[in-house]
Nanobody, 125 residues
Framework: VQLQASGGGLVQAGGSLRLSCAAS????????MGWFRQAPGKEREFVAV????????NYADSVKGRFTISRDNAKNTVYLQMNTLKPEDTAVYYC???????????????????WGQGTLVTVSS
């Protein structure tokens, strides 16, 4: 699976952005699709995930109520709608794919096999 993330940019605090991640391959629907982010000098952290089964999502506490993950299996694409952005959301955002036998979506970085190249989101105060 190859992943291509896009949609990053510069936005003022309180603004919105939508990230997209296009995946190659015919088995997209078999993967948990997640978003992670890495701020300068920090570890890469989990942001959101949409399960392969389509039945559940999970979010980091820091983005709950502001970010929404969605997926379109027909387009092999996963999205991250980010609203009410804060300066602390500034990071490189990565999409990732995890093959999992579980219905509960994966939130650990180590569960993810495939990674996109990252897209930079900068939120100014």
């Amino acid at each position: 699976v190859q992943l291509q993330a896009s949609g990053g940019g510069l936005v003022q605090a309180g603004g919105s952005l939508r990230l997209s991640c296009a995946a190659s391959g015919r088995t997209f629907s078999s993967y948990d699709m997640g978003w992670f982010r890495q701020a300068p000098g920090k570890e890469r952290e989990f942001v959101a995930v949409f399960s392969w089964s389509g039945s559940s999502t999970n979010y980091a506490d820091s983005v709950k109520g502001r970010f929404t993950i969605s997926r379109d299996n027909a387009k092999n694409t996963v999205y991250l709608q980010m609203n009410t952005l804060k300066p602390e959301d500034t990071a490189v955002y990565y999409c990732a794919a995890a093959r999992s036998p579980y219905l509960t979506p994966r939130t650990s970085r180590s569960d993810y096999t495939y990674w996109g190249q990252g897209t930079l989101v900068t939120v100014s105060s």
